[in-house]
């Protein structure tokens, strides 16, 4: 039986694959480039590593289900592929929108409902789709992003109902921001340079680095930048461990957000942001 991840020539996806490899699973990570793939070559090679490297885009439904055909041999599903849209909103066209839910939202479906008929007649499976903070708590300038996580997460609150009785589990995991490749691959429209909207976003991204400040004096002896292999490890968590929670935030900034929102109302959190960040504009 193996474990099938997206998105793993870089970032969280890379290192999941790696790491879950490291527990003696046999790993399928997909990417949509396989001459990307060297790291992970490289590490199961080095290592002795049972990886096997497959071509996926998840956006091609005709290369899902090629890529899923020996799905009854497949014991669990990282949907971790995904990028961000930076834009304002009223620079959101149809085109940017489409593509993010395409990868963001309907590239895990396809792979959910590929394996689900399999899965539900054997009576086992993990399915562990890679969220973020983002999913719980919309930035200024992510709209896009967030309104395609915060989708991923209706859709596996749903989908948790709908198998847990048949013995497939669901986790989503939310990262908090960690430095990886992800945001090499920021895709933004054409009017975005030079406008006011990235002018004001780059305020806000500096401003971003006081929650960081504020989650790091949490931390005994400054723990300094966050390690994208805790996510990594989450996900290990979440496909070997059956007493994983449904949701797991990774991250101070990711807990320390989720707990100021959801301990009271909008406007408070808004107010309780805005001084932390000392962002007013």
Not at 127 to 134: E, G, L
């Amino acid at each position: 039986m193996s474990v099938l991840i997206t998105g793993s020539n870089t970032g969280f996806g890379k290192l999941a694959a790696i790491s879950l490899a490291r527990t003696g699973k046999k790993v399928i990570a997909t990417m949509r480039d396989p001459n990307k793939g060297d790291d992970v070559r490289r590490a199961a090679k080095e290592e002795e590593l049972s990886i096997e490297i497959r071509q996926l885009d998840v956006c091609d439904p005709e290369m899902v289900a090629d890529c899923l055909s020996d799905a009854n041999e497949i014991e669990a599903i990282v949907n971790n592929a995904g990028f961000e849209v930076q834009s304002a909103v009223e620079q959101l066209e149809d085109e940017l929108m489409l593509k993010q839910l395409d990868t963001n939202l309907l590239g895990p479906l396809r792979l959910i409902r590929t394996v689900l008929p399999v899965w539900s007649q054997r009576g086992s499976g993990v399915i562990v789709n890679v969220s973020s903070i983002a999913g719980r708590s919309a930035p200024p300038y992510s709209g896009s992003y967030a309104a395609s996580k915060h989708a991923l997460e209706a859709l596996s609150e749903s989908l948790h109902f709908e198998v847990s009785h048949l013995g497939i589990r669901v986790h989503v995991i939310e990262p908090g921001r960690f430095s990886t490749d992800f945001f090499e691959n920021i895709v933004r429209p054409d009017s975005w340079e030079g406008s006011q909207h990235q002018e004001r976003a780059m305020a806000f991204r500096e401003a971003l680095l006081r929650l960081d400040d504020i989650s790091d004096s949490e931390n005994d002896e400054g723990a300094g930048p966050p390690d994208p292999q805790d996510v990594a490890d989450a996900i290990v968590r979440a496909v070997t461990d059956p007493s994983m929670p449904f949701r797991t935030l990774v991250g101070k900034d990711a807990e320390l957000i989720d707990a100021t929102k959801t301990s009271m109302s909008f406007e408070d959190f808004e107010t309780t942001m805005r001084t932390a960040l000392d962002w007013h504009e």
